[in-house]
């Protein structure tokens, strides 16, 4: 993939896993342009038979101008955003720029932090790491046409496999820096021949991601404190790779690009939980 002249061609996997358990969701009342945690109110919409046994939850804010993550409890990603993408763009080079100079600016925030969140549960509990949160994070001052600081949040629970799995894996010491291979420690850990497997890394400083060794080694470099604009924030980086990744399952083995492996981005000592759902009958990976 690229842009312009330098764009080419690539392959999709699109795999589509089957739920037993009706969507819930809820609104939002964001009260003011920060992060807030969503905890509460998603276990709460949780439906009955997702409070036992254990599965993934998919979580997704309906909006373009707000953002969920996976990050520390009382971190506000807001400020550290800002810094990365300030508005004063919006009067230099942006074009989208008549609601206001929050608006673009959030756009943009949304699209580093992402709208989505897949989460291990368990007994009807977000198997987040000690101190971890599921953020949304709100990007406007006074929300966007009609909307209001309102967001619209669904999740949708999609039932396990088999139990959730876990390993740990040790501070990043010598010549490794940041980034460590997990590859094989989630291949070990699939449950499933063919769905979905989600990766999520237990401590708000690290990260998940899919791509080359040296993809991994330049994110690292990019996203680490002090590098940069990205990394002028300490929570920001973590927050924009991903603290979780979920991936396609096929035969028993991870469906990744030749050369791609999973890794994890930062040097603390953290436990990874992996939970695999399966497309079961009638469903499908293209």
Known sequence: CGFG?????????????????????????????????LDEQVLRALPGKAKTGAGVLLVHEQHTSASLSVSGDGVDLEPGMSTIIPESWNREFFTHTMEGDDDMPGHLK????????????????????????????????????GGGHSRKVSCIPIPAA??????????????????????????????????????????????????????????????????????????????????????????????LAQGSGVFLIGTAACDVVVGTTSVGDGAASL
């Open 110 to 145: 949304s699209s580093l932090l992402g709208c989505s969140a897949a989460v291990p549960i368990e007994a009807g509990q977000l198997r987040l790491g000690e101190g971890q949160r599921l953020l949304l994070n709100e990007h406007r001052n006074a929300g966007g046409w």
């Open 5 to 37: 002249r330098e764009a080419g061609e690539a392959d999709v996997t699109a795999t589509f896993v089957p739920s037993s358990a009706k969507a819930g969701g809820f609104t939002f009342s964001a009260n003011r342009r920060a992060s807030h945690s």
């Open 162 to 255: 088999g139990p959730l799995r876990s390993f740990r894996c040790e501070a990043a010491k010598g010549d490794r820096g940041a980034v460590r291979d997990i590859t094989q420690l989630v291949q070990e850990s699939i449950a499933a021949q063919d769905g979905l497997a989600t990766v999520l890394a237990q401590d708000a400083s690290v990260g998940v991601a899919v791509c080359s060794e040296g993809g991994a080694h330049a994110l690292a470099a990019a996203t680490s404190p002090g590098s940069g604009s990205v990394g002028a924030d300490a929570v920001c980086g973590p927050a924009i790779v991903g603290c979780s990744k979920v991936l396609p399952v096929a035969q028993g083995r991870l469906q």
